[in-house]
């Protein structure tokens, strides 16, 4: 079992960037798949990010991809999500979710996911 606790979130002015770190505890960090989910008010969540146990395969949203970046440190039992170039309509509740797995896969839908931290907010100013 992993417990996951996100941080990093805060307000911010368009265009600025952020990162979000999800700190594990409890079973190795590395035998996890990891993803980054997001919540914006009246909204179903949302896949934004991948990443797999080793780090190595990572997936994005399309409305993400070349500003959001996913990497993992497994000795710090962390994963982090670098935002950049950050717009109003990324304003949502942030996730961290894991889930145990046996190969390098990469999980991109919430359903695939055991483990989910409480979230972190992050609000973007226009």
Same mark, same amino acid.
């Given at each position: 079992q992993v417990q996951l606790e996100e941080s990093g979130g805060g307000l911010v002015q368009a265009r600025d $960037? /952020?990162?979000? *770190?999800?700190? *594990? $505890?409890? +079973?190795p960090f590395s035998d996890y798949a990891v993803g980054?989910? +997001?919540? *914006?008010?009246g909204k179903q969540r949302e896949f934004v990010a991948a990443i797999s146990r080793a780090g190595t395969r990572t997936h994005y949203a399309p409305s993400v991809r070349g500003r959001f970046t996913i990497s993992r440190d497994n000795a710090k039992n962390t994963a982090y999500l670098q935002m950049n170039v950050l717009t109003p309509e990324d304003t949502a509740t942030y996730y961290c979710a894991a889930r145990l797995t046996v190969t390098g896969a990469i /999980? /991109? $839908?919430e359903d695939? @996911?055991? @483990?989910w931290g409480q979230g972190t907010q992050v609000t973007i100013a226009s």
């Open positions: $960037s /952020l990162r979000l *770190a999800c700190v *594990a $505890s409890g +079973r980054w989910f +997001r919540q *914006a008010p /999980l /991109l $839908s695939d @996911y055991t @483990y």
